[in-house]
Structure formats: structure tokens, C-alpha cells
């Protein structure tokens, strides 16, 4: 039995006290089915922004493009928080790599060095998946918006679960040379991250986050292929523009995607990875 299950009033002792007054209300739940899901639904009920949302497993966890996140009890992070804007649902794309740059960052405060970041928001280490994230978001056109960030990170991920994983991955506790990792404590990192960054973006937009993304870009220079639903196109990844776009420099000059719409991936790189 894991000594460090989840607990409420111990994440909330462990946020910064500015994060603590900007969590409306925290919720820590054993199982759920998704808890980006469960928060889309609270929203749609007028849950206050501000509420945090994690679990001890989930059962129907799910990624980007509609894979599974393969979530078993008590052996990692799956946070999803929720949080109210005035601007239209358009304008929220940007902070998908908001929220890569700062959960990486955040872990790097930690002692995880070495960690870098696949467009838009995968978060990678030696390659391998370490945590990703997944946003959702509901509104009305011309705004209000309530965007729900989902953020799963593999802590302490046993190998036989590890197999249902469609891609090379790994867990901190490989990351930090088998350092033990409080989930209660990351929880409270990673929530406190997501705040600062919740306000700040409200306010300043994407760009003050562009040099923190950039400097964990894992394929910047790199020849890579752009997944669209019908064909693929292959360049040299120059970075991100400041609208978030994904940079490509093609035969027929430089092109540039947004995520959501297309998946990257390193050339030569296997076809599980998305
Ligand atoms: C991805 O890389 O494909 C995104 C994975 C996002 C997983 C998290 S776990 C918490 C939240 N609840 C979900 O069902 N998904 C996100």
C-alpha cells in the first residue's frame, strides 16, 4: 500500500498561500471515471473557477487525439483543474503549450533535469513519455470560456501496467535516480504552477511564456513530419511562433500548424507515438 495517498489538507497545506486563496474548492476523489471529464461536467453545473480535481485512479482516463491514459491507483498524478475566463474559447489554444512549459518547469524546480517538451505539450525525458496534458474547453463564442487543463504524470508507474503504454515512457522516480516522489507535495507544485500561470496569461497573453517553452523544445532543428488527417508533410522544426504555431521549414518554405489539428513526430520515429 502506498504510504502517500492523496490528501486534501495535504495539498492544500503544501500550495503557496496565493495558489491556496485561488482554489475554490478541491476535490480528492479514489476513483472517477476522467477528471478532465467530471470537471467539463461541473462546469457546465457552474463549478467555481478555481476547482482542482485529482484521483487515485481513473477509469476512463483519457489523452489527446481520444487515446486512453493508462491510469492505475495510488502510482501517479492525474490533476485536472478548472478555470474562468472573460475571452472567447479562441484565444485559450495558446495556453495548451503554457502548460507544458510550466509543468516542466515546475519539475525541474524539483530536481528533474533533462526533461524537454514535444510540441505542443508532451512532456518527454531520454525520448520517453513522461506526462502529458489535455485541454478542454466550453464557452460561448464571443467568450465567456471555462477551460479545463488535465494533466497526467507517471510518478511511480509499475512495468505491468507500463505495457498497456503504446509508446517508450518512463516515471520520475526514474527521473530523479529512484529519489522517492510525495504525490501530495507535486500535486501542490504543479497546481501552483498552473494558477501563476492561469493569471498571468489572462493578462499577458502567450508571450512571456515563449523562452520558457523554447528552452525545452526536444526537436527544434530536427527533420520531423507533420501528421494531417490525409498526408503527412516533412521539414526541419524551427521552433514555435508567437501565436503557439508549430514552425516547419519545407521544400515549398516555411510552414506552420497549430496544434489540435496535426501531430509531429521525429523522423523515423515509430508509428505509436503521437
Ligand atoms: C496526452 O498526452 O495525450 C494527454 C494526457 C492527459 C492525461 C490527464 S490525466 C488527468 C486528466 N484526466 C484525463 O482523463 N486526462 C487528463
Known amino acids: 500500500m502506498p504510504t502517500d495517498l492523496l490528501d486534501a489538507q495535504r495539498i492544500l497545506a503544501a500550495l503557496s498561500s496565493g495558489a491556496r486563496r485561488a482554489v475554490a474548492r478541491l476535490e480528492v476523489h479514489t476513483e472517477i471515471d476522467s477528471t478532465n471529464r467530471y470537471l467539463m461536467r461541473e462546469a457546465a453545473t457552474g463549478a467555481p473557477c478555481g476547482t482542482l480535481c485529482l484521483a487515485e485512479c481513473q477509469t476512463a482516463g483519457r489523452g489527446r487525439f481520444g487515446r486512453p491514459w493508462i491510469s492505475p491507483y495510488g502510482a501517479n498524478l492525474y490533476l485536472s483543474m478548472l478555470w474562468r475566463f472573460k475571452a472567447p474559447p479562441a484565444v485559450l489554444g495558446g495556453f495548451s503549450l503554457v502548460a507544458g512549459a510550466v509543468v516542466a ?23 520517453r513519455k513522461l506526462g502529458g496534458m489535455l485541454l478542454e474547453v466550453a464557452g460561448e463564442a464571443q467568450g465567456p470560456s471555462a477551460l479545463v487543463v488535465g494533466i497526467g504524470i507517471n510518478v511511480r508507474m509499475a512495468h505491468d501496467h507500463g505495457h498497456a503504454i503504446d509508446q517508450p515512457w518512463v516515471d520520475l522516480a526514474e527521473v530523479l535516480g529512484g529519489l522517492r516522489v510525495d ?74 500548424f497549430h496544434a489540435g489539428e496535426v501531430s509531429l513526430r521525429r523522423e523515423g520515429e515509430g508509428v505509436g507515438e503521437r
Open 105 to 127: 518547469d515546475a519539475l525541474r524546480r524539483i530536481g528533474a533535469e533533462g526533461l524537454a517538451l514535444k510540441w505542443p505539450n508532451d512532456l518527454l525525458w531520454d525520448r
Open 183 to 256: 504525490r501530495n507535495a507535486l500535486a501542490a507544485r504543479v497546481a501552483d504552477a498552473l494558477i501563476d500561470a492561469f493569471e498571468r496569461f489572462d493578462c499577458e497573453g502567450l508571450t512571456p511564456f515563449l523562452a520558457l517553452w523554447d528552452g525545452f523544445d526536444a526537436f527544434r532543428g530536427e527533420q520531423a513530419r507533420i501528421l494531417l488527417a490525409d498526408r503527412e508533410i516533412r521539414g526541419r522544426v524551427l521552433g514555435i511562433a508567437s501565436d503557439g504555431a508549430l514552425r516547419l521549414e519545407t521544400a515549398d518554405g516555411e510552414r506552420r
